[in-house]
């Protein structure tokens, strides 16, 4: 099975300084990951996904993530902080195809909330 | 493009009640999801439908919880009757099929008292 942990359910940052928020997973075999956000009253919007190649990716708004198979981690990170960037995030890790149409679901972490200062 | 629609956004029932929601996913996609998201908790997967058939409804309450594809295409979530503890937001998402990005909807809020 697998299952995912974001390690900090709050993380807050200065306008301007790094964004880190943590991500490590559980899976028998590599996983596809990904990175949503969610701001307030509205739905999961995705920020980056990895599935094959190169380990670094980007996403919109400025965000990359790593995956580090030795590490089973899949960090988010972003240079600089904007007050826009305050919302809640969520790690996610899916299956990859193993055969039929059961797979491809998403299993989620807790969630971080990002808050930003001015 | 639209995006996965959701229907109605905000809920608020009595327990004992019943309460439905809908959901009409991106055209073309064959697959979707139904989640529950309890506050401070990530989403969690109730049921998934490939086209009209369901691929996976293992942790999906079926004493009170039901759901159906109509056609393959628009979707509805039912729950009958509520508890408490059913008061989250209901995610609807699709995907064009199993593996392809997925696409959340807004969610319907869903208050039990």
């Known amino acids: 099975a697998q299952s995912v942990t974001q390690l900090g359910s709050h993380v807050s940052v200065s306008e301007g300084a790094l964004v880190l928020l943590r991500c490590n997973y559980s899976s028998s075999v590599p996983p596809y990951l990904f990175w949503y956000v969610q701001y307030p009253n509205q739905g999961l919007q995705l920020l980056l996904k990895?599935?094959?190649?190169?380990?670094l990716v980007k996403g919109i708004n400025g965000f990359e993530a790593e995956f580090k198979k030795s590490e089973t981690s899949f960090h988010l990170t972003k240079p600089s902080a904007h007050m826009s960037d305050a919302a809640e995030y969520f790690c996610a890790v899916s299956d990859r195809y193993a055969g039929g149409t059961s797979y491809g679901k998403l299993t989620f972490g807790q969630g971080t909330i990002l808050t930003v200062h001015p | 493009e639209a995006g996965v629609a959701q229907s109605p956004r905000y809920k608020i029932i009595e327990k004992r009640q019943s309460v439905a929601f809908w959901c009409n996913p991106i055209s073309g996609h064959a697959t979707l999801y139904w989640y529950q998201q309890i506050l401070g908790q990530g989403p969690k997967l109730l049921i998934q439908?490939?086209?009209?058939?369901?691929?996976?409804d293992s942790q999906l309450p079926k004493d009170r919880f039901s759901a159906e594809r109509l056609k393959g295409v628009d979707s509805t979530l039912k729950i009958q009757p509520a508890k408490l503890e059913d008061s989250a937001v209901y995610l609807c998402?699709?995907?064009?099929?199993?593996?392809?990005?997925?696409?959340f909807g807004e969610g319907s809020w869903l208050t039990v008292v």
């Open positions: 998402a699709s995907s064009l099929e199993p593996g392809n990005t997925i696409y």
């Open positions: 990895y599935t094959t190649g190169a380990t």
């Open positions: 439908f490939q086209n009209n058939g369901v691929v996976d």
